[in-house]
């Protein structure tokens, strides 16, 4: 089974839990592009609550454009600020500087397409965490298996059951659309295995 996942930055925890329930994995950036997603945003755990990271984008194509045509405006300075809200929320937690100094070359960048910069950063955190998946460049080379999509935005319902965990600044906020960053630098290596173990949500079956 392939699955198909939309591009996100630093992906929600349901991201993973789905994508860990299959070996092999695409990012479909032919999707419209949508205010109800990840793609440029992601949420953090912080000492005064949840913190709503945006990566400031525009749309070449007006209300036609896709994921993949989506340009990162760097006139702001926003790596700035999101590496100091990353910093300010997990410096203190068990594994943040063991990825700390790999992380921050990413906010020392320039991206020009939103779904590149989302990709490198996903690779990135999958090799890190040693997650047992395959992001496939190239999609049409699998065209005779079976294709399951998914789609995640803060309002979607959960996905997966995501079970409690030891968080630096523990949330009453539902743990599925927390960044994987808050399970990455509080469980290191161990993430993998927290992963494995999520259970679909009630009511909602995957597959």
Known sequence: MLLSLPTAYLPPLDYFAVMMQS????????RPCSKQTFANRAQIVTSQGILNLSVPCTKPNGHRS???D???CN?????????RGIVTA????????????ELETFYMQK??????????????????????VTRVEDASEFAEAETVAFDFG???PEKYHINPYMQTFPCEVPLHNISILDLMFNLGPEAVVFLQQGRPASGNPLF
């Open 23 to 30: 070996d092999r994995f695409f990012i479909d950036g032919n």
């Open 66 to 68: 896709l994921d993949k």
């Open 70 to 72: 989506l340009l990162v």
């Open 75 to 83: 006139l702001e300075k926003w790596q700035r600020d999101h590496w």
């Open 90 to 101: 997990y410096n203190k937690s068990p594994y943040f500087l063991y990825y700390r100094d």
């Open 111 to 132: 991206p020009q397409k939103l779904v590149d910069f989302n990709t490198a950063l996903l690779d990135f955190i999958v090799r890190k965490l040693h997650l047992p």
């Open 154 to 156: 803060p309002k979607h």
